[in-house]
Structure formats: structure tokens, C-alpha cells
């Protein structure tokens, strides 16, 4: 099973390639980069202009993880389709919870 999240201090960080102007929102699958660096793969119906699909994704992953939207931020690849999402959580269970997500395809 592809391993697309790394423990960081204060939380996790989710590596995630976005498709936004899909014809629906949700994880496709997964997807390795050339480095055989991970990501999970998820679409998203808005378009990459002015942040739109970087805030449907974020609302996705809120709605879908049951996470507060202010405990999510993208710290890296805000204008690229591959980004990492760090998660604020010091709770193990919510953490078990994101992986066991991130693994269902």
C-alpha cells in the first residue's frame, strides 16, 4: 500500500496530487512521481484559478476526515498539482484515521 503521509511535529502531512475541472470530487488512486516519492490522488470539479480548487480540496478533505478546515493548510504546491496538506493533530486516533482513509482506494 502506497505510504503518502509523514509524521511531523504538531501533526501529519499528506502528499496529494489534485486534477481540479474534473467532472466529479473524490480520490482516484494513487500515483508516484519519477523520485518514487507517493501521492494520493484526488479530483476535484473546480478550477485551478484564484484558489478555487485548493479550497474545494481543502473542504473535501474536511468533510471526508471529519477535521475542522483550520487545522488544515497546504505548506507546499499551492499553484502545482502535487501538495502536501499538514494536518494539526496530536490525537493518534484521528492520525490512525487519516491513514486508514488514505488507504482505501
Not at 516519492?37 to 470539479?45: A, D, M
Not at 468533510?63 to 507546499?76: D, H, Q
Not at 496530536?90 to 490512525?96: F, L, R, S, V
Amino acid at each position: 500500500m502506497p505510504e503518502v503521509i509523514e509524521k511531523k511535529d504538531g501533526g501529519i502531512v499528506v502528499r496529494i496530487r489534485l486534477t481540479p475541472n474534473a467532472s466529479r470530487c473524490g480520490k482516484v488512486g494513487f500515483f508516484t512521481v519519477a523520485s518514487g516519492e507517493e501521492y494520493l490522488k484526488i479530483s476535484v470539479t473546480s478550477i485551478p484559478e484564484k484558489g478555487k480548487a485548493n479550497k474545494e480540496l481543502i473542504d473535501f478533505l474536511a468533510k471526508a476526515l471529519k477535521i475542522p478546515k483550520t487545522s488544515m493548510e497546504i505548506i507546499s504546491g499551492f499553484l502545482d498539482r502535487h501538495k502536501k496538506i499538514f494536518i494539526k493533530t496530536e490525537d493518534e486516533t484521528t492520525a490512525e484515521r487519516i491513514r486508514r482513509w488514505t488507504e482505501e482506494s
